[in-house]
């Protein structure tokens, strides 16, 4: 066990919350590799803001049992069962949930949160389009390694800032929405009509698909400085140099990363 300042990171322990209750400097605690018992102490922590959870088994108390904790605002878990996360909807300054190789829960249960800001899911999943529309509040989407029937979900998220989606969808006639989302700052997705993008002002980070690309000569004069080549790994698309070369006439320094 290390503590550091405010944060502290167990790993491989069979852990009783109650020695952590009441400890008011701690603002972030990860548990790594570990059985958890009384998790409902951890409620008595008032500077509590990060929890993450890796691997791990809980005894007598499960993920609601954090209900009461007075400042907790994100929630990171790991490649474990997370039963009960629904239960977590009454946690008032709960703004982040990143569920990573998740299992024991339901996408629709989670909708009941409405003060979530921030909601990443990295399970290679199906996911359902008329719930991810029900995230209303949503100012950042990152669905990573899943596929969608359909992109009609976005116009029911205007608040959206950042959003990802590497798979394209069976249905892209939703796409035309992301012109009235006004805050929109990053969308990573594999457009091929770059077209989408004109007079998306604020847009600064954007997906490229990684072939039969188009529509370059809409980036003229947008503050995009970075783009996302979905699907492919850094160089090994055939088309990376040509997408590249042909942003270059419009932006004059972008920055490029993939995504696989």
């Known amino acids: 066990m290390d503590d550091i300042n405010d944060h502290m990171f167990v790993a491989k322990e069979d852990v009783d919350c ?16 570990c059985h958890i018992e009384n998790l409902s102490a951890l409620v008595k922590m008032p500077n509590l803001k990060v929890l993450g959870f890796a691997r791990c088994t809980f005894g007598n108390e499960l ?14 878990i790991h490649s474990m069962g997370a039963a009960g996360l629904e239960g977590l909807c009454g946690v008032k300054n709960l703004k982040r949930l990143y569920l990573n190789n998740v299992t024991d829960f339901k996408l629709e249960n989670l ?10 899911i990295d399970n290679s999943v199906w996911y359902d389009s008329d719930i991810i529309s029900k995230f209303v509040n949503l100012k950042k989407l990152y669905l ?10 976005l116009k029911n ?23 009235d989302m006004v805050n929109l700052k990053e969308f990573i997705y594999p457009v091929k009509d770059l077209s989408i993008y004109k007079d998306c002002q604020k847009i600064q980070k954007i997906g ?17 400085d970075e783009f996302v080549i979905c699907g492919t790994e850094r160089g090994n698309s055939r088309y990376h140099n040509e997408i590249t070369e042909n942003i270059k006439k419009y932006i004059k320094y972008p920055y490029s990363c993939s995504y696989s």
């Open 144 to 153: 990573y390694h899943g596929t969608i029937d359909s992109l009609d979900f």
């Open 63 to 76: 993920l609601p049992a954090l209900e009461g904790a007075p400042a907790l605002a994100r929630i990171d």
């Open 111 to 120: 909708t009941v949160y409405k003060n979530i800001f921030t909601l990443e």
């Open 157 to 179: 998220l205007p608040k959206l800032h950042r959003f990802m989606l590497p798979e394209p969808a069976e249905n892209e006639d939703g796409l035309i929405a992301i012109k």
């Open 18 to 33: 109650n020695k952590y209750a009441g400890i008011a400097y701690l603002s972030e605690m990860v548990f790594h590799d």
């Open 208 to 224: 490229i698909a990684s072939s039969g690309v188009h529509g370059y000569e809409a980036l003229e004069g947008s503050n995009v």
